[in-house]
C-alpha cells in the first residue's frame, strides 16, 4: 500500500521524533532524581548508549518506545503501509537491544527496561510505581529486570 502523504511531509514527521529527551524519559528522569538518584544520560562509553547510567550502581536504564521497539502489548502494531520496511526496522531494534543488553551484561551491568506502556495508555501503572521499582532495583542488586504496562506480555 502506498504512503497516504507525500515524501517531504513523511520526511518532515520522521524528522520530528525525537530518539532522546522523550517525556517518558524526563518523566522517569525526574521522579528518580526526586528520590535522590544521581545519573548520567546517554553515555556514549557504553554498549547502546542507555538512556539513563547509574555508576554508583553500575546499573542502565533504558527506555523503549512500544512501537520502535516492536512490544507485544496494546500499544503496538504492526503497520499496514510498507509493511517490509517497517518489520525490517523494528527487528533490527530489537536485534540492536539484544546485543546492548548482552554487552552491557558482559561489563557487569544491570539493565531495566522501562516499556512507554508502562507509562501511558489503558495499561500504564502509576509513575509513582514506576519510580519506585526502579529505585527499588537499583538499590537491590539484583539483575536484568523490565517495567512494561499491565497488558505487555513483556516477549521483546
Known sequence: ???????????????????????????????????????????????????????????????????WHGHHCPLFKWPSSNSGFWRKKIDRNREVDKAAIKALSGLGWRVLTVWECAIKGS?????????RKAGTWLRSGRGNMEIQGTGGNGAA
Request: with cysteine; net charge positive.
Open 123 to 131: 495499561c500504564r501503572i502509576s509513575q509513582n510505581n514506576i519510580v
Open 1 to 67: 500500500m502506498a504512503d497516504v502523504v507525500d515524501k517531504a511531509t513523511r520526511s518532515r514527521m520522521m524528522s520530528g521524533i525525537r530518539g532522546k529527551d522523550t517525556k517518558p524519559e524526563i518523566l522517569i528522569r525526574k521522579g528518580l532524581f526526586a528520590k535522590g538518584f544521581r545519573f548520567r544520560l546517554h553515555s556514549r562509553k557504553l554498549p547502546g548508549k542507555p538512556d539513563i547510567v547509574f555508576p554508583r550502581y553500575k546499573a542502565a536504564i533504558l527506555i523503549h518506545g512500544c512501537f
